[in-house]
Structure formats: C-alpha cells, structure tokens
C-alpha cells in the first residue's frame, strides 16, 4: 500500500515538472511583432490611367463610352507612281524589260542588227566534174561595189566549171563555210573563214579539195553574217549553194585503192613467194670467175 502511494506521488511530481518546462520555454520563444510598412499612395498618373480602363474596356460592342473615331485621309498626299516598265515581270529590278508593243526581250535589238545589214554580190565557182586522183580548187568573192557581172568574170572558170552569182545582204563581219561528207572530199582552207567587208575591199575565200571515192559527190558551201545582238555574238545565215561534182575513177586510182584496202592479202599470197622465188633464184646462179 505504501509503495503504491510512493508511485503515484512519483508520477505527479513529475508532471507538475514537465508543465513548468513547458511554461517557461513558451516565454522565451515569443518575441516582439515587426512594425506594419504603410504602402506608398498611388501615382495621380496611375490613379487617372486606372480610373480611364474600365470606361475604355467597355466602350467595344458600343455598349459605354463613344465610339473611336478613325482617321481621316489627308487629301494633300499625292497619289501613289504607276509600276514602271522595269518591274512588270519581277521585283527588285529582277523583271526583264519589254520590247515595242509587248514584243520579246532583245527583239528590239535584234532589229537594229538587221537593219544595219547591206547589199553586196558575190560569184562562187566550182568544178563540175573532175578526177579522183586530181585536187581542184573552189572560190568565192564577195564585193559591196562590183556588179555580179564583173565578179564573175574575175573568176577564170575552165570549160568543166561551173559560176554563180548572187545578191544578198550581209555584215561587215562574214563567215564563209566549205563541207562536204568525209568519205567523199578532203577539204583544205586556203584563206580564213571570218573576214572583213570593207566598201572598197572585197573579200574572197578559197578551197582545195580532193575526191576520196568516183562518183556524184556533194559540196555545201554557207555564207553567215556574224552579228553582236545585247553584247553576245551571233551568226544568221545570208546564203547556201549545194553543188554536185561528178568525180570519175581512173585505172591507177583504182589500182590504188585496192592496194590500200587489201595490202595484208597481197602480202601474204604475193610478195611473199615472190621473194622467196628470187632468193632461190640467187643461190643456183654460178659464182663470178676471179680475175
């Protein structure tokens, strides 16, 4: 009995400790509360502005407030340029420029290059007919002050040559053209292809050319006036002659041509045994009586 009084007397004490404890820490932690910062008043520039939002967020819808008032025109601006040439077709001075009623850029130019083209005669002579193993030699003239007449007549035709004349317009720069197939002419220029007109200098042009096989062959002789047009150089074709020249085959040229083409047989079934014929022939012969 006593021992459960010591007990309880124990426990009471005890708590009666803890709540002193308790007290005194409560007491230590508090501490004075920081003074309230009083906010600065407002701005009267703020004040107004805030004061005007809300009539200004209701006036849309016409609801409150006046309507905004767009602005008006000036009516001492000058009205705006038309678009220039030079822009119709692309911006940033990339367009192309027109030509004369819409026409096709540089086809201005091209007219004034034609235009500057003059008259002139010329007389081109080439054989008619002529041998396989013979060269014969084909001549053009070109003239702005003779006749086609008197050009012809410079040209000394033989009786198996044929001459013609023309008139055209040409440039001061002209370019004439020999061709014929490979395998019918070997052509050689004698004078140079692009020459000078001048008004009291004529110009000729010569070929030489050489029948490679017998028949109808074909020559094509092109005359081209070289022109400048926006800065780039270009040919127009003033005139073409087409030519046929009958090439007749000789004996010898034909002798030739079957020794060009089958000189390996020859070599074997000819030349051969006929060398080995006459060194047979050296050996059986009898040796030379010394002096």
Same mark, same amino acid.
Do not use: Y
């Given at each position: ?14 708590a ?9 820490? %409560?007491?230590?932690?508090e501490a ?6 009083? &906010? ?11 004061? #005007?939002?809300?009539?200004? +967020? &209701? ?11 767009? !602005? ?23 367009g192309?420029?027109r ?11 091209a ?6 083209? %003059? ?6 002579? +080439? ?8 060269s ?29 004349? +023309? ?5 001061r ?5 020999l061709? &014929? ?13 692009e020459?000078?007109?001048g008004? &009291? ?8 050319i050489? !029948? ?22 270009t ?23 079957f020794?060009a083409?089958?000189w390996?047989?020859l ?7 006929? +060398? ?7 050996? #059986?012969? !009898? ?5």
């Open positions: 009995m006593r021992t459960s009084i010591r007990h309880c007397a124990s426990v009471i004490g005890l009666l400790g803890l709540a002193l404890l308790g007290a005194c820490g %409560e007491k230590k932690e004075p509360a920081p003074a309230p910062v009083e &906010a600065a008043p407002p701005a009267p520039e703020a004040s107004a502005a805030a004061a #005007k939002a809300p009539d200004e +967020a &209701a006036s849309p819808g016409g609801l409150t407030g006046s309507a905004p008032t767009r !602005p008006r025109p000036s009516r001492d601006l000058p009205p705006p340029p038309p678009p220039s040439d030079s822009a119709i077709g692309g911006g940033g001075g990339g192309t420029t030509g004369p009623a819409g026409g096709a850029p540089g086809a201005d130019a007219d004034q290059a034609l235009a500057k083209l %003059e008259n002139a005669n010329l007389a081109f002579r +080439a054989p008619a007919q002529m041998r396989q193993d013979q014969a030699t084909v001549e053009l003239h070109l003239s702005l002050r003779q006749e086609v007449a008197a050009l012809e007549r410079e040209l000394a035709a033989a009786p198996t040559d044929r001459v013609e004349g +023309a008139q055209v317009r040409v440039s720069r002209v370019e004439a053209l061709t &014929a197939s490979r395998s019918d002419f070997e052509i050689t220029p004698i004078s140079a292809t020459q000078l007109l008004s &009291a200098d004529d110009v000729s042009w010569s070929w030489e050489k !029948p490679l096989d017998g028949g109808t062959k074909s020559l094509h002789l092109t005359l081209n006036s070289i022109l400048v047009v926006d800065g780039a150089t040919r127009r074709t003033v005139r073409s002659f087409d030519k046929e020249i009958r090439v007749e085959v000789s004996s010898l040229a034909v002798a030739r041509a020794v083409k089958n390996q047989w070599w074997a079934t000819l030349l051969v045994p006929l +060398a080995g014929w006459i060194w047979r022939r050296l050996r #059986k012969a !009898p040796p030379n009586a010394q002096a």
